[in-house]
């Protein structure tokens, strides 16, 4: 089956730095990645969708200043969260969609996610 | 405002009961999937519904999708300790991005 990693797994970082997340799909390309953000026993929200060779689309309410994304090649999307803080502890989850997914099934396949904790 | 409901939202049951959980909205998709999840992990696919009506069955889960495109409902027989998760039923409208429902928190006691 699809596969898609996510690195780190966890990190912990002090505020005011930086952090990169990255996405993988291992063993298909995927035109169009998908940033989650996930709070403790609730459903996942959807922060923005990467397309590969452009610019990112980010949900209302989203920084997209804070929330850098590149999505540099048909394997790899990264998620930097600039200037950390306390708030922005959480856990983050990438999806990749299929290069050839069809329109109507919009098969997605997630990441592990990754536990940002900012002290 | 959220575009997907699910009830219930928290479900504690014993092993061996059957359970079902309800994912309603008032929009269309073109297809539903759910998932599950279990802490500090991400989703996992369990089943993609592409049409009105359709029924699939995993083992001892059963998936429908409503007539009209807008409900599904996923049915567990003889639940076991090992179905305990998160269940996520998420929407495709078409603009790419999936649509999750609110999430319903299955624990099954042993």
């Known amino acids: 089956g699809a596969v898609v990693s996510q690195h780190p797994s966890r990190v912990i970082c002090k505020s005011g730095t930086s952090v990169k997340i990255e996405c993988r799909s291992l063993?298909?390309?995927?035109?169009?990645m998908f940033w989650y953000r996930q709070f403790p026993k609730k459903s996942l929200m959807l922060m923005a969708t990467s397309n590969e060779g452009s610019k990112a689309t980010y949900e209302q309410g989203v920084e997209k200043d804070k929330f850098l994304i590149n999505h540099a090649s048909l394997t790899l999307s990264t998620l930097t969260v600039t200037s950390a803080h306390p708030e922005d502890s959480s856990f983050y989850i990438c999806s990749a969609r299929p290069a050839t997914s069809g329109a109507r099934t919009d098969t997605q396949y997630f990441g592990p996610g990754t536990r940002l904790t900012v002290l | 405002t959220q575009l997907l409901e699910q009830s219930p939202q928290f479900l504690s049951i014993q092993e061996g009961e059957n359970l079902t959980v309800y994912c309603n909205s008032s929009?269309?998709?073109?297809?539903l999937q759910w998932y599950r999840q279990e802490p500090g992990e991400g989703p996992v696919l369990l089943v993609t519904?592409?049409?009105?009506?359709e029924v699939k069955k995993l083992k001892r889960l059963t998936f429908q999708f409503g007539d009209a495109r807008k409900d599904s409902s996923l049915h567990i027989t003889a639940a076991q300790p090992g179905d305990t998760g998160l269940y996520l039923c998420?929407?495709?409208?078409?603009?790419?991005?999936?649509?999750f429902g609110s999430g319903t928190r299955l624990q099954v006691q042993p």
């Open positions: 519904v592409v049409t009105g009506g």
């Open positions: 929009s269309v998709f073109s297809s």
């Open positions: 998420a929407g495709n409208t078409g603009r790419r991005a999936l649509t």
């Open positions: 063993d298909f390309q995927a035109t169009t």
